[in-house]
């Protein structure tokens, strides 16, 4: 399965980048020529080539110390410094600027190529862990949009799976404490887990709690994950188990909307043996139109530049549409926008709708592309 990635937005540096360079050079010219050689501005040239390695491939630093060199020995002919100690001096810092220029982007280029391999690698993990989940099972239609954060290699531990068993469809969502490998390995304990259990065990609780058993031999000190498991049976009704998890957004058929709190918080999968009790089920009426959308602390934590957090107020509307992947696609593009960048965690999002008419035949499917 491929999960896709938030596209690698340009740093909004990235363009004064490029330019500062050429611009760094002209305000020297316009000094200089100004000041006069007594100021002793001409050595300042050899700021075009310390900037250019900041972005690009050695050959733009290589152009740009060219560049310099030339203007260096114009300014120097312009001021009378041409066959002066002063003239060489500054010919010769823009001459050692370059080449220390090209050290740096040697360096830069192997530590960008390094990371594109970890994280490829990690990335790869995190495809064989989170497995495909399918089109629609029963009346439900599924839709999955998976968003990592543009941040180094260290994926996040964001995990979903749905399980068609027995006792109806069962959902789980959560989110590991951490970042990177480590996250990922406690990712899998929980949904290998799950993916048994959710087959074996009659009701939703006992899937909770081998869950909770599987991952209290995994970690150690206090690491944790948060988590929300449901269940769909024949009822029209969905039954939830929230392990200190974000409340899921329910959006009925004639667009109201409500958070699916449970009656009393509970502590996150990892806690839980130690005294407290596990979470209780609560049951919500869930009919024909329905829909409900889980998602992680990555969706509801993104701010905008402003520093206001992402509000799920709108998403009754942008589910409106007939297609759940499209539905979905909305509210993640509508994130994107809130943001206006890279996200800083990762986001998955996860829409269960109750469809009125008969499902297709059921197949698997990727996330919603980022």
Not at 3 to 32: C, E, K, W
Not at 233 to 261: I, M, Q
Not at 333 to 346: F, K, N, S
Request: charged share 20%; with cysteine; net charge negative.
């Amino acid at each position: 399965m491929n999960v896709p990635q938030n596209p690698r937005a340009a740093s909004p540096f990235h363009g004064v980048l490029s330019v500062l360079p050429y611009g760094v050079m002209a305000i020297v010219t316009v000094v200089d020529t100004s000041a006069g050689p007594e100021v002793g501005y001409l050595p300042l040239v050899s700021l075009g080539p310390a900037f250019a390695g900041l972005v690009g491939r050695w050959q733009r630093t290589v152009l740009i110390g060219a560049l310099a060199l030339l203007l260096c020995t114009a300014l120097a002919e312009y001021n009378g410094l041409l066959g002066d100690r002063r003239g060489y001096t500054a010919m010769l810092s823009v001459v050692g600027v370059t080449a220390a220029g090209l050290v740096a982007v040697r360096m830069r280029q192997a530590r960008e190529a390094e990371l594109a391999s970890v994280r490829s690698i990690a990335e790869t993990a995190q495809r064989v862990l989170l497995r495909p989940v399918p089109l629609a099972a029963g009346k439900l239609r599924i839709a999955l949009s998976y968003t990592s954060a543009v941040a180094d290699a260290r994926i996040g531990g964001d995990l979903y799976e749905v399980v068609t068993s027995p006792a109806g469809v069962r959902v789980i969502i959560g989110d590991v404490q951490g970042k990177g490998l480590e996250a990922v390995e406690t990712a899998a304990v929980v949904l290998g887990a799950f993916r048994e259990a959710a087959y074996d065990e009659p009701d939703l609780q006992g899937v909770g709690e081998r869950v909770e058993r599987a991952l209290d031999r995994h970690l150690s000190s206090e690491k944790f994950v948060t988590a929300i498991m449901a269940e769909i049976g024949d009822e029209r009704a969905v039954t939830l188990l929230n392990y200190g998890h974000p409340a899921p957004l329910a959006v009925k058929s004639g667009g109201d909307t409500c958070l699916l709190e449970p009656p009393a918080r509970a502590l996150p999968l990892g806690l839980g043996m130690h005294g407290t009790g596990p979470p209780q089920p609560h049951v919500h009426p869930f009919s024909p139109g329905d829909q409900i959308l889980f998602y992680t602390d990555g969706v509801t934590e993104a701010r905008d530049r402003q520093g206001a957090f992402y509000s799920l107020a709108g998403c009754a509307a942008l589910l409106a549409g007939t297609d759940a992947d499209t539905a979905l696609a909305a509210v993640r593009r509508d994130l994107i926008a809130h943001v206006r960048g890279p996200l800083q965690d990762d986001a998955a999002m996860l829409l269960l709708r109750y469809q009125r008419d008969s499902p297709p035949q059921q197949t698997p499917r990727q996330p919603t592309p980022s």
